[in-house]
């Protein structure tokens, strides 16, 4: 690949925005977005429920410059809006995460979660369809067996391509709390589902039973000091995974110590500065995301202000810290407020695990070169997001003179924010999901 950093500052374009519509409900809201192994197929989730897959262009010798943009491919109805009769409670069809499992066939399979139940679902195609069947006629009508005189061989006859996506599985009835992460395990057998005080592992085979392998639960709860907030297996190694807390604390858990993982092996912390403590402290140190560098050696957490990389053999401090937005810092009052301080923002590496990229507020998202130490925000939108435009990088200013490409740190608008980013495994393509909208950046450089 050609020297990534040298694009930093102005790498994407978008080769198309997607998804999108000028006046939008609050079901259209998008709530995750996931690339498969290959990079072939971008799923998005949203608050209504729905799963939109897309698939990525074929280059063809006419269109070269085609190449890497996405069009719909299927989309379907995950997940309805339930209702708990027990507890009262009304179950959201939102969809917390999509996690997809690695091809065999010639089906797709992906596994979607809303607050209680995840579902495994096969997205298929057909373009033959049987015909010619005994005990039917061709609408599917029951034929009388009176007028059966003769046995037929049904045949194989070619029909328009048809795209079917199908519930394989429903994993339902194991969390009391809401599930904030999925993660499937490297053995490709059995995936974990996460709650505030519960990890649960599932084989992919057994819907009616799971193990429980994490609980923070205490007997009584107002002794309650900490949430788990999310989790992710080891990308190689399939008894390992780590998860993350409100505290800001990461554990590491190695299955094959015991059944119930309540002993870590490992604990990632970093000590807290006493001259930094303020009343908002513990809820901004809150971890919203974790996630393995896919070579399995490092850690990638986001808090509210910072992403940080820890090394997973020291745990004593992380190996890098990048603030994301620290012009927030003198806002925190305010943010609290309008309760934007409990945004849960995620991250994700690239495919070399070398840039780390992260959403922000005004529909800002930011990116970190490691080996450069240099660092870019751009911002999806559709004023600047023309195709085939370069992506400008944008600037805040937090006091003094403004410059004319600057953005004070007052006007921005809170009310965009950029929370869920996928990177390509293997190519310098991102998707970006803003409110409604999803849009795919895709390198200067391809």
């Known amino acids: 690949m050609k020297c990534f950093s040298r694009y930093l500052p102005y790498i994407f374009r978008p080769p198309s925005t997607i998804l999108s519509s000028s006046c939008h409900t609050e079901a259209d809201i998008i709530s995750t977005v996931e690339f498969n ?204 995974f780590v998860y993350s807390s409100s505290k800001g604390s990461i554990k590491l858990c190695d299955m094959r110590e015991s059944a119930l993982c309540d002993n870590h092996s490992k604990l990632f912390e970093e000590p807290e500065d006493p001259s930094n403590r303020s009343f908002f402290s513990e809820i901004i140190s809150s971890i919203s995301d974790v996630k393995f560098s896919h070579s399995g050696r490092y850690l990638m957490t986001r808090d509210y202000l910072a992403v940080k990389v820890w090394d997973v053999n020291m745990e004593n401090k992380p190996l890098e810290t990048y603030q994301v937005h620290d012009y927030l810092r003198s806002k925190l009052c305010s943010l609290y407020e309008n309760d934007c301080i409990f945004d849960k923002f995620e991250c994700v590496w690239n495919g070399t695990d070398s840039v780390l990229m992260t959403g922000s507020y005004n529909n800002f998202f930011r990116m970190f070169d490691r080996n450069t130490k240099r660092d870019v925000t751009l911002e999806a939108s559709r004023e600047n997001s023309k195709p085939r435009a370069i992506l400008k990088p944008r600037k805040v200013c937090v006091g003094g003179k403004r410059r004319k490409d600057e953005i004070s740190v007052d006007s921005l608008d809170f009310s965009k924010k950029i929370l869920h980013t996928a990177w390509h495994p293997s190519e310098n393509i991102i998707a970006v999901a803003a409110t409604n909208n999803l849009y795919i950046f895709q390198d200067k450089v391809n």
């Not at 599930?179 to 499937?184: D, G, W």
């Not at 649960?200 to 007997?219: C, G, Q």
């Open 37 to 240: 192994s290959t990079g072939e197929l971008l799923a998005t989730g949203d608050k209504g429920g729905r799963v939109v897959v897309f698939q990525r262009e074929q280059e063809s010798k006419n269109q070269p410059h085609r190449r890497g943009e996405y069009n719909v491919y299927s989309t379907f109805q995950s997940h309805e809006p339930e209702f708990d009769y027990l507890k009262s409670l009304e179950i959201e069809e939102k969809i917390n995460k999509i996690r997809w499992l690695p091809q065999q066939n010639a089906a797709y399979f992906l596994l979607s979660t809303n607050d209680k139940t995840v579902k495994l679902w096969k997205i298929s195609e057909r373009d033959k369809r049987p015909e010619g069947y005994n005990l039917k006629d061709e609408e599917g009508r029951i034929r009388d067996p009176t007028t059966i005189t003769a046995l037929r061989v049904p045949v194989l006859r070619p029909m328009d391509l048809m795209v079917e996506a199908t519930p394989r599985r429903i994993f339902s009835n194991a969390h009391t709390y809401h599930i904030n992460s999925i993660s499937v395990n490297s053995d490709y057998e059995t995936y974990m589902s996460t709650d505030d005080l519960r990890i649960n592992l599932w084989n992919l085979e057994i819907t009616n039973r799971s193990f429980n392998i994490v609980d923070i639960k205490p007997a009584n709860m107002e002794e309650l000091t900490e949430v788990i907030t999310a989790a992710e297996f080891h990308p190689n190694q399939c008894n390992t």
